[in-house]
């Protein structure tokens, strides 16, 4: 799947695009555990996606498993309306940090 | 075929505490606040808490650990599991046909863990001579299972002295079988000491018992088994007892799945009517109402291109084109 990358600072900022489900979620999985390196600190911007399904959901909570036994920080930001309901229907503000802007995210980030 | 819920609530019966029964009084009394009640016919009063309150506080999901009654129209009974709901099984039907009537029972486990089977000491009809119980299941460990819980120091009576004649069969997973009509196959699931789903059809009908099993796989497409089991099933019967977030994280490995992976599956199966069962106990009737109108958001949701319901649903049945989201609660019949 498309993955946009850029760097704020020290901060790894991931902007994937579509759809994060059973075909692509392998994709995003392996970009975001290779990003989480010991000490990181990355940012997934939702903005660009329109739709995740469980096995995207799975993968978040990869990474946010190895950020947590790397001394990292994960959050997520910029949740599309759909996106936002899966999450709340998933419960899963409680697995990773959500923000409103990716802006909120950096600052927390930092 | 008609499919009746004893037992709806997962890992231990959880009966409703006074507090609660006086909140849903209180509820009803407040959304009933500006009718004239004494001039409203019993009718009314039906049609009111029927249409007007919603089930959290109309009804129950109820407490009974799962036990599910497949009826085939045949002079057989079928169960799936016996745990504390059987119980009102075997009182209902002493209640409707007396005590001298005899019949045979099949009684499919999923498992022996402790809320699947221990309803079994309180089943009246195994206390009756005549009454003949075939208890299935894929796990060599059946009858050492039902009869050290029904013995000293567990229970007054023990196993052997029960009146009724009780066998035990082991199932091969995977094989079908042909069981008072029905013919039945198995699958082996996630589950510590695993457990076994089963799926029963007959006349061109499906259902498919699929409880305590954690799907854990990123891929719940074609290529996995239980979409293969699952298969234009014309009910699903699926654990869905915790919320994905918690079943990936802090119960992860506790062996049961979530609504939201309950709808993948079923949508990838085609499936007609899933039946969100085995309810966490930590959670009141409101929440599982919540949780049942989450479901069927999600079902809409994750169906691309079709109308979303609106939200406020009321009724524990919403069918919405796709697979049709039902929530079990003990009494609940669905006929197919």
Redesign the interface.
Known sequence: MEIGERRDGNILVLRPVGRID?DT??DF?SRLLSGLTAGAAVLVDFSAVE?I???G???L?MG?KQSKAANGKLAVASLGP?VK??F????????VQVFDTPADALAALR | MLIRFWGSRGSIPTPLGYRAVRAKVREALMAARGLKLDSLSPEAIDAFIANELPFSVSGTYGGNSSCVEIETGGDEYVLCDVGSGVREFGNALIAKHGPAKKSRFNVFLSHTHWDHIMGFPFFAPAYIPGNRICIYGCHGVLREALRTQHSAPWFPVDFHSLGSSIEFITLEPSHTYKVAGLSVTSIKQFHTGDSYGYRFSQGGKSIVYSTDCEH?S????ETYPFVTFYRNADLLIFDAMY????S??VKEDWGHS????AV?LAQAARVRRLVLFHHEPAYDDRMLEEIFA??V??EA??RPGHQVPGQGVHSQRVHSQGVEVISAYDGLELEL
């Open positions: 059973n979620s392998p999985q739709y399904s469980s096995a959901l799975r993968a909570m946010s759909v309901e899966i709340e229907i998933s419960r899963f503000a409680m697995v | 854990k990123s891929h719940l497409d919320s994905l977030g918690d990936v994280s979530s609504n939201v992976v993948e989450d479901t958001r999600f949701i994750s």
